[in-house]
């Protein structure tokens, strides 16, 4: 998800709606519920890495036809975020996820303006992104960078009826395929549910020993420089606890919208910071005296 990829989807759905019937316990992370989410991670990237060499379909979008496709681009055009529907399920891929539920989905935005250096450089700047993701992002830090791998912390709150924190920490890699096009991955190394945060009391569940909101969150971001600018899809996938027997009512509205909200700010969020930065560097160049 890095939350740049850094999202908390529809952990915050069961959230709401466990909490709201009252009826929110504690839910552990099985073993079996890790493994099927390992197995569905390790399918998925093998079709992104597969997709990657044959330079098929860099973008999702790409894959449209027709007037959906020509539709789809005018939205991008006119600064609007493009989201697919996420998909969430208790199997998904043929994987079946015991006690748990694989959350995914994926947009695109497109800033006019920018190269693939300015963003990749934005992108890469962990330590300011509280200020670029604001009020979701609470705290950030860049814990070691490597060339392009990156160890970094974030401090995640959402609130929508409830109120959830979490420490997080991710390993993100950036790798450049040619002039016009990258790609990055960031994988969770570490959630923990914050109990009472910013309270003299303040404690971290056990990883896997919560609420369940999220347990795990994998984010892949891919950039492609063209059309005077750059598009900038991401694809977030998290695992989060099972719907609790009898509040599928309460939850399963929730089950798209927290998903597809949380992934529109997060790409519109990082299209409004290139957006600043494009202006204020042609800002400084038509102050800069002509020789």
């Known amino acids: 998800m ?4 850094i999202l908390i989807v529809a952990c915050v759905a069961i959230a709401a709606g466990t909490r709201a019937a009252g009826t929110c316990g504690a839910a552990e992370l099985k073993a079996e519920t890790a493994a099927a989410f390992g197995a569905y991670m390790k399918a998925r990237e093998a079709r992104m890495d597969a997709d990657l060499r044959t330079g098929r379909d860099f973008l999702w979008i790409e894959g449209l036809h027709g007037e959906k496709r020509t539709k789809i681009y005018e939205e991008l055009r006119a600064g609007r975020a493009v989201i697919e529907n996420p998909r969430g399920s208790e199997a998904s891929d043929g994987i079946s996820v015991p006690g748990g539920l ?4 994926r947009g695109v935005v497109f800033v006019p303006g920018i190269s693939l250096a300015e963003t990749i450089a934005l992108l890469e700047d962990y330590n300011h992104d509280e200020k670029y993701y604001r009020p ?6 860049l814990l070691r960078r490597e060339g392009e791998d ?7 709150k959402s609130k929508y009826v409830v109120t959830t924190v979490f420490d997080t920490e991710y390993d993100i890699r950036y790798m450049t395929l040619d002039a016009r096009h990258a790609y990055s991955r960031s994988r969770s190394t570490r959630i923990e549910e914050v109990e009472n945060a910013g309270q003299t009391d303040e404690y971290n569940d ?32 998290s ?7 009898g509040l599928g009512w309460a939850v399963e509205p929730f089950l798209e919208k927290i998903p597809r909200e949380s992934l529109r700010f997060t790409l519109e969020a990082t299209q409004a910071a290139l957006r600043r930065k494009y202006l204020m560097t042609a800002e400084r160049k038509q102050s800069e005296p002509r020789q």
């Not at 990156?150 to 995640?156: K, M, P």
Request: with cysteine; charged share 30%.
């Open 102 to 105: 694989i959350h995914d989905g």
């Open 206 to 237: 056990a990883p896997g020993n919560d609420h369940g909101f999220l347990w795990r969150l994998n984010s892949y971001w891919r950039f492609e420089q063209t059309d005077g600018g750059v598009y900038i899809q991401c694809e977030a996938i």
């Open 150 to 156: 990156f160890r970094v912390y974030l401090r995640l």
């Open 239 to 245: 695992l989060t606890r099972d719907v609790p027997e």
């Open 136 to 141: 979701d992002v609470v705290r950030s830090k």
């Open 2 to 5: 890095r939350r740049k990829a």
